[in-house]
């Protein structure tokens, strides 16, 4: 099932967003006595990161039994400018009492197909460990995460599926280091398989340099190769769209 849900401005989608987060976690704690969450990376889920961090909503996480994942990560050290790591410690990791064994980082200092290697490793570990049951996608099996926060590039790419990449075509791995001509960088990215395999995977849309690109994954051709974020179609799960009324502009003129 997928839903577009639509808030005035950055601080009402955060708030949404963090609501939905309690919401997840607090259920699969209450059924499996954990929860796990891959992290959107880039600048727009800072917001949602740092209301996490505020007393108010961290009273209401159980942080002892909640895993945090990223969904990708550049290829840079975990102190780097650009890492998404760094940018999910300093909004939130600092400021709640979330064990260090619950934080998952993805390599990114490490060489990128090793760091794609062993971050699949310590996923299929993970997994194994909580005996969770595998979903499967066109034949291969993946793990349900209980979460999965995406945002969406101006180009339509999510995590790091960007158009017209190798990743694009990935249908047995977990994870997968991504070569960007576009940036000229290598990425590590979780696959579309297996973020389809989520039980609940939400984008968080802010800003009307978004709104073109978004009437288009959502309404218009599906055309992956050029907009990756239509790959995104959750197996069993729910699909959430959380976007502001800048990036919805033109959803609603298409009405
Ligand atoms: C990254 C992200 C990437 C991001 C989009 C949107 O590593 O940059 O994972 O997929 O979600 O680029 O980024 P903004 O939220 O900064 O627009």
Redesign the pocket.
Known sequence: MTSVQTYTDLESLAQAAAEQCITVTQSAIAAQGFATIAL??????RALYQLLATDTYAARVDWANVHLFW????TVAPDHADS?YRMVREALLDHVPIPATNVHRLPGEQSPEQAANSYEQELRSFFHLHSASLVEYNGQLFPPFDLIL?????DG?????FPHTAALSERKRWVVANHVPQQDTW?L?LTYPLISAANHVTF????AK?ATTLQQVLRGPHQPELLPSQLIQPVNGELVWLVDDAAARALELAK
């Open positions: 959107a990376g880039g600048s727009t889920p969904g990708d990560e550049r998404n995406l945002g969406m590039g101006d790419h999510t995590a790091s599926l990425r990215t968080f849309v802010a800003g978004k």
